[in-house]
């Protein structure tokens, strides 16, 4: 079963215009990942924010997580046209500082970026 | 560092037939996931190995799909008999043991049951 719902399903922006994908959850959590997929790569990581975090950034993205109202956002900034995929957020189950190890995955944005 | 490997990448057999997934981790990656992706769908959990041992194997539909890993590194998960609604991507995934951490995925197995 999906553990989380993605909004929105599908997002349609101009190259160097931001892109915002936001995920709930439904249980507690350890941390949340997000991941990128496309028909070259396959699924990767981008970056993981742990439960005690609210915020965190890599490059051009943006992590903000909020356990109070259990959801996450990804923001994408000055997008470009490889950033065309589809997005996942994963959420990691545990608590009290415990990975359970097992990843739980939303339905997913698919992002395409023009140029 | 070589990435997680998958065979085949496709897969195209009559139901009723038997079919196999190969998976090979990551070096030194501990724990193997395989997972299952329908189409439009976020991969869903199909097994969980620690080592050789199956520690959530929870969501793997026992009567057709068994999986294995011998020696605690490569894995096959095998389908006897297949079915329509089998038709999905199948997915490898390697992580290292300890703490908290990402899943490194492999490309894949395209299956199609007709």
């Known amino acids: ?115 | 560092e070589a990435g997680v490997v998958q065979s085949p990448r496709y897969k195209i057999i009559e139901k009723k037939q038997p079919v196999a997934f190969w998976c090979n981790p990551i070096s030194g990656h501990n724990t193997l996931y395989w997972y299952r992706q329908n189409l439009g769908q976020g991969p869903e959990l199909l097994i969980r190995y620690e080592n050789e041992e199956a520690v959530d194997d929870s969501q793997l539909p026992k009567d057709r799909f068994s999986a294995e890993r011998l020696k605690g590194v490569d894995s096959t998960l095998k389908i006897q008999p297949a079915e329509l609604g089998d038709s999905a991507v199948y997915l490898c995934a390697s992580r290292k043991l300890a703490g908290v951490g990402e899943q490194f995925f492999g490309p894949g197995t395209r299956l199609t049951v007709l």
């Open chain 1, 1 to 115: 079963s999906q553990q989380g719902e993605e909004d929105p399903q599908a997002l349609s922006i101009q190259e160097g215009e931001n892109a915002t994908m936001n995920c709930s959850y439904k249980t507690s959590i350890n941390n949340l990942q997000w991941y990128r997929q496309n028909s070259g790569r396959g699924l990767v990581h981008l970056i993981l924010i742990r439960s005690n975090e609210r915020e965190k950034h890599s490059g051009r993205l943006r992590v903000t997580l909020d356990t109070s109202k259990k959801s996450s956002s990804l923001l994408i900034t000055a997008s470009r046209a490889a950033d065309t995929a589809s997005y996942f957020c994963a959420t990691d189950a545990g608590a009290g500082g415990t990975s359970y190890g097992k990843l739980t995955f939303g339905q997913g944005t698919i992002l395409t970026v023009h140029p």
